[in-house]
């Protein structure tokens, strides 16, 4: 059922070697491209290529998960109707509408959230490695939710709460949402200065 690599004792050692090696040849790159992760609610017109989404949907298929339950499938909707529709069953998921994709998070149940966070950010940092922007609508209330799983139909024990729009940001003001129509409306911008963010050792111990 499972896929697996055929790496074992020294040969898996050399590989993961050559990862590290690489990794540290280049750490702060990569921490600066993890951090530069945004959401994305304008999209251009310009399509996904079917290489690129497959290696968005090849990288989110190797999200680690408790036990290697892999609780999870996904749909994929190129569909511009059912985009639309989809775009109506959250209460902040109007963005889905102008999307060239969308990748639906199929859950085993509705008790892996964090399992179901790690897929989103995995497949969120995907995207943006290919200069792909994205943005997590919620299907939200449970009538919406009724009305999602309907559209794609999933049987109604399957978890569907997550769903990510995916396309190239329509300009660069799509990357700031302080620079947007609107504003942040009420969404507080930047990140907690780290001094609020971490304790040391006890809760609430500051460096």
Same mark, same amino acid.
């Given at each position: 059922?499972?896929?697996?690599?055929?790496?074992?004792?020294?040969?898996?050692?050399?590989?993961?070697?050559?990862?590290?090696?690489?990794?540290?040849?280049?750490?702060?790159?990569?921490?600066?491209?993890?951090?530069?992760?945004?959401?994305?609610?304008?999209?251009?017109?310009?399509?996904?290529?079917?290489?690129?989404?497959?290696?968005?949907?090849?990288?989110?298929?190797?999200?680690?998960?408790?036990?290697?339950?892999?609780?999870?499938?996904?749909?994929?909707?190129?569909?511009?109707?059912?985009?639309?529709?989809?775009?109506?069953?959250?209460?902040?998921? !109007?963005?889905?509408?102008?999307?060239?994709?969308?990748?639906?998070?199929?859950?085993?149940?509705?008790?892996?959230?964090?399992?179901?966070?790690?897929?989103?950010?995995?497949?969120?940092?995907?995207?943006?490695?290919? !200069?792909?922007?994205?943005?997590?609508?919620?299907?939200?209330?449970?009538?919406?939710?009724?009305?999602?799983?309907?559209?794609?139909?999933?049987?109604?024990?399957?978890?569907?709460?997550?769903?990510?729009?995916?396309?190239?940001?329509?300009?660069?003001?799509?990357?700031?949402?302080?620079?947007?129509?609107? !504003?942040?409306?009420?969404?507080?911008?930047?990140?907690?200065?780290?001094?609020?963010?971490?304790?040391?050792?006890?809760?609430?111990?500051? !460096?």
């Amino acid at each position: 059922m499972y896929e697996r690599g055929a790496v074992d004792g020294l040969e898996w050692r050399t590989m993961v070697g050559a990862m590290t090696a690489d990794i540290e040849t280049s750490e702060f790159e990569l921490s600066q491209f993890v951090r530069s992760v945004r959401s994305v609610r304008r999209f251009a017109e310009t399509p996904i290529a079917d290489d690129v989404l497959g290696d968005i949907l090849e990288t989110a298929r190797w999200t680690g998960s408790a036990k290697n339950t892999q609780p999870w499938e996904l749909i994929v909707v190129r569909d511009r109707e059912l985009l639309r529709e989809l775009s109506e069953c959250g209460t902040f998921a !109007g963005h889905l509408a102008g999307a060239q994709a969308a990748v639906c998070l199929v859950m085993d149940d509705d008790h892996k959230r964090l399992d179901e966070g790690r897929l989103a950010q995995q497949i969120m940092a995907a995207a943006w490695a290919h !200069g792909i922007g994205s943005c997590i609508g919620t299907m939200q209330p449970e009538a919406n939710v009724a009305r999602a799983k309907n559209l794609l139909g999933l049987p109604k024990e399957r978890g569907l709460s997550t769903t990510i729009s995916l396309g190239y940001p329509a300009d660069p003001r799509a990357l700031r949402r302080s620079l947007e129509p609107g !504003g942040a409306a009420g969404v507080p911008i930047g990140r907690k200065s780290m001094h609020d963010f971490v304790s040391w050792d006890r809760f609430d111990q500051r !460096g």
